[in-house]
């Protein structure tokens, strides 16, 4: 799935246990679920194989002609094309197209052979293969006009509905599709979906989910997989869906309530169509309503991986953040039980693609999702269904590299090799693996004289430069993390946002302020003052042992919600001497949407804990935006000195650094690892640890995009589909950056005994090098020590002129 670049009229997808292995929790440490021939012989399986393990991804798109299998072209494609994906250096190839699986119900045994040759193929080069498809949508356009649009904008799930006839006769095994559709409260009938013109099968519905199951048996009978992508595991059709009887029934069963008609405003909140519809929040039984999708779905999910085991499940929410995910059903927080990789799906065909940190803050959620899901198969292995000898089993394949548990892989999509590369350049950046993908059924039109290119020919030049140059494993990357940025996920699960005005008015799709979007807005301050951080979720921050575990100061910006066990949790941590940042305002209600007499902000300024800062909603970010808004247009009448400090820092800056101007203050005393000493700049720089070093990336952020001027997205005018990248920094400029790093706060970060010994120089030595795929030649890195303290800082001079997009320097 995927979220909207231009249109997001939908937004699609777009306690746990300290332990010794996961000392860290924003690292992706390495470890090994076996997934061992005993497993596979027990599964009945004939073809189950061992895991995986995507550090280069690519999409393996299908098109209608290749239902013709087994006609000899396209056994010939496949061939050519395994081939390709060799050369390219993917090692993961996931399939793309055939996308609504049950309406290819007819022609089963035909995509199977097709699928298992693909497999086959790719298993000569030791490739491995996800399939990756949506179970519970069903194109069902209503009218020419919706046919059309479908086509326009959908063509790359390889569109194969049935005649209007026909649908009534629709069915796989005996169960027929008619009879396992969601229902729409307000009318009775089926429920239709705007994103993608469907109608869903409904997650409770106890004949859907027997018939997906026996499909995924067949499926694992039939084709020799690696691992799944169950896509769209959610509710399209928004928070009118679903009034069938199994989910009335479970709504009584489980928590007591009717679902009421849609004229019941208590519940509903104000008639509004849109089907992200908010409803009324305040209303526990409308809460218990939106808990319980959440849940059908991730009960969904964990039937899929019960019958998949040991295949790896991964699924796609594009986004996890904002509130209106909830109406539908999204969420990847019920879903990560029963999840073994993630997938951070960076939308990026547009040219705004070009303004990469917008999609830092939801990829490092999903990050920490993953890091969660880590800790909850280490510390609860029977929830995976491991026993104790199995997870030692997986330890040890750890060491030997073979498996990752719960990967997070970040996808990227292109049409041109600038956006590749940009996709290839986040991955390392963000210490993931790369997923790249074309979309060229996002295109109103496709070229085809000449053809537009592959996903694995456009990221073959980046893999090979890795191979030669940098051939770095991401997940045995550890994340330097100075700063814990807490993004509480109770608050958009009670729907809690504050009102929107003229002068601040509400992010897109959202009816208020919410506590994601400050979440967003420090993740760009964080990045550009090059603060390595992690995000602090929900569970964590009930947890006082963990949040005492570490000692890196805490932001908690705008958290109107703080559950109770919260509350308890913070409160040990400032009492001893924890380092909190709030910005107004927090806790207000509890998980129950009850109100607290006292606001935590103020009863915790009240006790005076040593190391709280409370600040006011001026430093939410719309109050900032708009405060820069105002000051420019004053700047603008007043060409004194206001104008001047206007000309010389983007908004974006100015927010930024009133932002980290919080953290320098008394009491927080906050000290950065990385600081650029020399003029300003628009590149970032992420350190991470390795095993055999350090690596410092760099990542330009004063990228421009240019549009193809012929090529049309279905969300867009020509000209808005990325080409290529330019830089604002002129040709020639001088980009001499220095960059100086405080050993003492770097061994803070890191916290464990082998890194006690960091000294300048094990750091980086003499000989590292600055290299970079846009140059044919290394260059040098100038080190510069202090002569009074050479133990304590170190000063790299990085020549990055000329340079459009990526850079690293590794340790020795
Ligand atoms: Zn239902």
Known sequence: MLKYPTMPSFVGKAGCQPNAYFDHPASTTPLVIASSAANAADSGSLYRTNGIKPRRMASWWCVFEDLLWPEKSVVLKIQRRAESF??????????????????????????????????????????????????????????????????????????????????????????????????????????????????????????????????????????????????????????????????????????????PPYEDKSFWGEANEHYVNKGNYENPAFRAYIEMRMRSVADHAAMVRETIFPLQLMTCCSASGPIHLNSLALDLDHMKPHLDMLMLENCGLDIDTADWPRAEAEVMAQKDIAVQIQRKIVGEPQL???????????????????????????????????????????ARFWGVGNWCSTLHGRLVYEPTDPSLPES????????????????????????????????????????????????????????????????????????????????????????????????????LAASGVISDAQQAALETYLAAGGRLVIIRPCGLINENYVARPVDLASLWSERGYPGLLVVGEEYRIHNLVADVAEKATSAEADTTDV??????????????????????????????????????????????????????????RGLIGEGDPNLESAFGNPGRILKSLHTVQPVGYPQNIRLRIDLAALRAALRTPDHTGITTDNLFSEKSKLISPEWDTARSVILTTDAEAPNDEITLTLDLTDTRIYAVVQGS
């Open 384 to 426: 995976r269904g491991l026993d104790e000898p199995e997870l030692t089993e997986q330890m040890e394949a750890t060491v030997r590299g073979e498996r990752v548990l719960a990967p997070a892989v970040a996808l990227s999509y292109t049409i041109y090799e600038d956006g590749a590369y940009l996709g290839w350049s986040l």
């Open 86 to 259: 060799a050369k390219a250096g993917i090692d993961t190839a996931i399939i793309f197209g055939f996308h609504c699986r049950f309406d290819f119900a007819n022609y089963f045994d035909r995509l199977h052979g097709y699928l298992r040759n693909v497999a086959e193929e790719l298993h000569k080069y030791g490739i491995k293969l996800m399939d990756h498809y949506t179970c519970n949508i069903v194109e069902r356009p209503r009218s020419p006009e919706e046919a059309f649009e479908l086509h326009r904008r959908h063509r790359h799930h390889v569109l194969l509905y049935p005649d209007p006839r026909a649908r009534a006769h629709q069915q796989y095994e005996g169960v027929f599709f008619n009879d396992i559709c969601e229902i729409d409260v307000r009318t009775g009938k089926r429920s239709f979906a705007i994103p993608y013109t469907t109608e869903s099968f409904c997650h409770n519905n106890p004949d859907f989910l027997e018939m997906h199951r026996r499909y995924l048996q067949r499926q694992l009978r039939e084709i020799p997989l690696d691992g799944y992508q169950v896509d769209d595991m959610c509710m399209y059709a928004g928070t009118i869906s679903c009034g069938c009887e199994h989910c009335r029934r479970r709504f009584k069963e489980e928590y007591g309530y009717e679902i």
């Open 643 to 700: 104008a001047s400090e206007t000309d010389t820092a983007t908004s974006a800056d100015r927010i930024a650094a009133a932002l980290v101007d919080l953290l320098v203050a008394a009491p927080i005393n906050f000290s950065p690892v990385l600081s650029i000493v020399s003029e300003p700049t628009e590149w970032s720089f992420r350190l991470r640890s390795h095993p055999d070093g350090f690596v410092l990336h760099a990542l330009n």
């Open 456 to 555: 694995s020919e456009l990221v073959a030049p980046y893999n090979s430069w890795e191979d030669i140059h940098s051939p770095i494993d991401c997940y045995s990357g550890r994340d330097i993390v100075e700063l814990r940025l807490v993004n509480n996920q109770i608050n958009r699960l009670v729907g809690w946002e504050t009102p929107a005005d003229e002068a601040h008015p509400a992010p897109e799709l959202a009816q208020g302020h919410q506590h994601w979007h400050e979440v967003e807005g420090w993740t760009r301050a964080l990045i550009k003052h090059n603060i390595g951080y992690r995000q602090l979720r929900g569970e964590e921050l009930a947890d006082a042992e963990q949040l005492t575990a570490e000692d890196t100061p805490i932001v």
